[in-house]
Nanobody, 122 residues
Framework: QVQLVESGGGSVKAGDSLRLSCAPS????????YAWFRQAPGKEREFVAL????????FYADSVRGRFTISRDNPKNTVYLQMNDLKADDTAVYYC???????????????WGQGTQVTVAS
């Protein structure tokens, strides 16, 4: 079964930057929307950002808009999440997902990665 593989997580200080990467483990996905979600300790998983596989449509959660940027490299079949000015509240496991609808509803995404830990020290 084709899955998504995330990388790039780590431990940083507040104000630092990280870039997460997401790519399918095998053949490219034909679905059209990639998204990042995150789950902080003791909290439910929440939407972070999404992007279409074609075009430039992006959408962000209010909590990250202006600090995070989602992008994709189609030849590399990779999606990125550039995270700048990180805050302690950004500490979470970050998940990449792929689906067919342009939505922040995680129920619409049917393929997920295993997650990558991001820890931000204040």
């Amino acid at each position: 079964q084709v899955q998504l593989v995330e990388s790039g997580g780590g431990s940083v200080k507040a104000g630092d930057s990280l870039r997460l990467s997401c790519a399918p483990s095998q053949r490219p996905f034909s679905r059209s929307v990639y998204a990042w979600f995150r789950q902080a300790p003791g909290k439910e998983r929440e939407f972070v950002a999404l992007i279409r596989s074609r075009g430039t449509s992006e959408f962000y959660a209010d909590s990250v808009r202006g600090r995070f940027t989602i992008s994709r490299d189609n030849p590399k079949n990779t999606v990125y999440l550039q995270m700048n000015d990180l805050k302690a509240d950004d500490t979470a496991v970050y998940y990449c997902a792929v689906g067919s609808q342009y939505t922040s509803d995680q129920q619409s995404y049917d393929v997920w990665g295993q997650g990558t830990q991001v820890t931000v020290a204040s």
